[in-house]
C-alpha cells in the first residue's frame, strides 16, 4: 500500500484530479464526506456538538445548524477559539473513519494506491495520526480561481476572497507538497501528468 495526500486551494481543480485518480484506479477517500458522515443526526459527533455549544447548535430536524455555527463558530471576535473546540469534537472522528476506509482499501488490495483528499491538508498534516509517502497540490492562479467560483457557484467576488483567505495559502501548501499540479493548463496535459504520477506511485507500491 502506498498512500497519498491529495490538496489544493478552493476552485483550484483538485476535484478534477480525485476523480481521475479514481477512474485509474487508486483508492480515494473523501474527507468532505467524512466531514459529512461524523455529524449526521444519530451519530457521536452531533451530539458532542450539541453538548459543547448548545441546542442552537442544532436546527428543529435534528441536524447540524450550518447557518448557526457559520455566524457563531466561523465568525465573530472569538472564532478562532470556537474552531478549535469545533475541530477537536470532528477532527478524531474523520481520521478514525479515514483510517478504517483505508484498512478496507487495504484488505481488497495490499498494493492499493489509497488517495486521501484532504482540502484543508496544510493546516491537520501535524495532527493527523497518519504520514504520507507522497503529497500532491493542486494549484491555479487566485484570479483564476475566483472566477470559478463566481460563474459555477455563483458566489460574490467577495466571498469567493473571503473563502480564499480562511485557507493555507498556495506557498503553504507547496511546502509539504512534492508534487504539484498546475490546472490552468490544458486538460489533456494536465491529466497526463495525474496518469504519470499514478503510474510512479503503482511502480513504488
Not at 449526521?40 to 447540524?64: K, S
Not at 495490499?110 to 482540502?119: G, R, Y
Not at 501548501?173 to 498546475?182: S, Y
Amino acid at each position: 500500500m502506498i498512500r497519498i495526500g491529495l490538496t489544493g486551494g478552493i476552485a483550484a481543480g483538485k476535484s478534477t484530479v480525485s476523480t481521475r485518480l479514481r477512474e485509474l484506479g487508486a483508492a480515494l477517500i473523501d474527507y468532505d464526506e467524512l466531514a459529512r458522515r461524523v455529524v449526521e443526526p444519530g451519530g457521536v459527533g452531533l451530539r458532542r456538538i450539541a453538548e459543547c455549544f448548545g441546542p442552537d447548535a442544532l436546527t428543529d430536524q435534528g441536524r447540524l445548524n450550518r447557518r448557526w455555527i457559520a455566524e457563531h463558530v466561523f465568525a465573530g471576535p472569538d472564532s478562532e477559539r470556537m474552531r478549535r473546540k469545533l475541530d477537536d469534537i470532528e477532527h478524531p472522528l474523520i481520521y478514525d473513519l479515514a483510517l478504517s476506509r483505508e484498512r478496507q482499501a487495504v484488505a481488497d488490495n495490499p498494493d492499493a494506491v489509497v488517495v486521501h483528499d484532504v482540502p484543508l491538508l496544510a493546516e491537520v498534516l501535524d495532527a493527523m495520526p497518519m504520514r504520507f509517502d507522497h503529497i500532491v497540490t493542486v494549484e491555479a492562479p487566485e484570479q483564476v480561481r475566483v472566477d470559478r467560483m463566481v460563474s459555477t457557484r455563483g458566489m460574490t467576488r467577495d466571498d469567493a476572497l473571503a473563502r480564499i483567505r480562511h485557507q493555507s495559502s498556495p506557498e503553504q501548501r507547496r511546502v509539504i507538497a512534492d508534487a504539484v499540479i498546475d490546472s490552468t493548463q490544458p486538460m489533456g496535459r494536465m491529466l497526463e501528468a495525474v496518469d504519470a504520477l499514478y503510474e510512479q506511485w503503482l511502480a513504488e507500491s
